[in-house]
């Protein structure tokens, strides 16, 4: 059974970088079949989706990321395969990065997503001074 | 970025009772759409992705319908446990947005 995890800080000051990880087990996050994704979710609104990024699973292969282009400029998201690990940096946050943070998986078959279908439980993040 | 309304954005009914939410995008996504139930405090939940597949482990009284612009997901018979918030999401440009949210609540 997939099974996917947050873990990182609870709050932050203004300015500070938001650090995030998702720990993946019951599955590989290489090999191409899924695309490993990062929303949130602002205090009682809805969805929001950052990014995501994809491992071909080739040997050469450092990822492939696209971000929402809203969020761009002060996001990165990378992998560490060997560890079932991906993770989300977030620069210069400030209030309105108050969220919960969720980890996520959407597969492609035939050329099409079916959906985010593993869930993370999220991770509150609050900023504040 | 392709937007996303839903219709209604509320609404209370009564266990037993058919629901119909709407979704409509800003511009054609053929049939790339994912409908998502989520209850306070835990993650959102699959329920139908490509517009119409149900998602694996999904009660068939949950069902969707459309192409294009406007899509609907349809609970058949509401259940106690399906009073929820219901998000539609567009995967056919990024970045994949979501509706704005539909809550369902108890009459």
């Known amino acids: 059974q997939v099974q996917l995890r947050e873990s990182g800080p609870g709050l932050l000051k203004p300015s500070q970088t938001l650090s995030l990880t998702c720990t993946v087990s019951?599955?590989?996050?290489?090999?191409?079949?899924?695309?490993w994704n990062w929303i949130r979710q602002h205090p009682g609104k809805g969805l929001e989706w950052l990014g995501y990024?994809?491992?071909?699973?080739?040997?050469?292969?450092?990822?492939?990321?696209y971000y929402n282009p809203s969020l761009q400029s002060r996001l990165t998201i990378s992998a560490d395969t060997s560890k079932k690990q991906f993770s989300l940096k977030v620069a210069s946050v400030t209030a309105a990065d108050t969220a919960v943070y969720y980890c996520?998986?959407?597969?492609?078959?035939?050329?099409?997503?079916?959906?985010?279908?593993?869930w993370g439980q999220g991770n509150v993040v609050t900023v504040s001074s | 970025a392709i937007q996303l309304t839903q219709s209604p954005s509320s609404l209370s009914v009564s266990v037993g009772d058919r629901v119909t939410i709407t979704c409509r995008a800003s511009?054609?996504?053929?049939?790339?759409l994912a409908w998502y139930q989520q209850r306070p405090g835990i993650p959102p939940k699959l329920l139908i992705y490509?517009?119409?597949t149900l998602a694996i482990g999904v009660p068939s009284r949950f069902s969707g319908s459309g192409s294009g612009t406007e899509f609907t997901l349809t609970i058949s018979s509401l259940q106690p446990e399906d009073f929820a918030t219901y998000y539609c999401?567009?995967?056919?440009?990024?970045?994949?947005?979501f509706g704005p949210g539909t809550k369902v609540d108890n009459k």
């Open positions: 996520a998986r959407v597969g492609v078959s035939g050329g099409r997503y079916t959906g985010f279908d593993y």
């Open positions: 019951g599955g590989s996050i290489s090999g191409g079949l899924y695309y």
């Open positions: 990024i994809y491992h071909s699973g080739t040997t050469f292969d450092s990822g492939t990321t």
């Open positions: 511009q054609g996504i053929s049939g790339t």
């Open positions: 490509d517009a119409s």
């Open positions: 999401q567009q995967f056919y440009n990024y970045p994949f947005d």
